[in-house]
Nanobody, 125 residues
Framework: QVQLVESGGGLVQAGGSLRLSCAAS????????VGWFRQAPGKEREFVAA????????DYADYVKGRFTISRDNAKNTMYLQMNILNPEDTAVYYC??????????????????WGQGTQVIVSS
């Protein structure tokens, strides 16, 4: 199993940037594909980005492609989401998630067995 803890959320003005981190416990972080999801008030949790266990492959939702960058450092058991050119529509609670590596990429939240508690991102206009 793996436990996940997000950090780095906060309040930012439109056009600004934030970097989210997701720290994983356990010694087998490199066995997992990991991803970011987000959930805005009154909306379903949606896929944002994913990265495979080696970090060699990534996948992005169209609405963040070109603005967000996902990365990981397996030596530090940590995943990152660099978010640039933020807009108010990016306001949400951001969750990191993990799944045992198989058939990357996967965008359905049901494919991910492990979840963090979430970190709030608010983008003001």
């Amino acid at each position: 199993q793996v436990q996940l803890v997000e950090s780095g959320g906060g309040l930012v003005q439109a056009g600004g940037s934030l970097r989210l981190s997701c720290a994983a416990s356990g010694r087998t972080f490199s066995s997992y594909d990991v991803g970011w999801f987000r959930q805005a008030p009154g909306k379903e949790r949606e896929f944002v980005a994913a990265i495979n266990r080696s970090g060699g492959s990534t996948d992005y939702a169209d609405y963040v492609k070109g603005r967000f960058t996902i990365s990981r450092d397996n030596a530090k058991n940590t995943m990152y989401l660099q978010m640039n050119i933020l807009n108010p529509e990016d306001t949400a609670v951001y969750y990191c998630a993990a799944r045992v590596s198989y058939a990357f990429p996967r965008r359905q939240r049901t494919e991910y067995a492990y979840w963090g508690q979430g970190t709030q991102v608010i983008v003001s206009s």
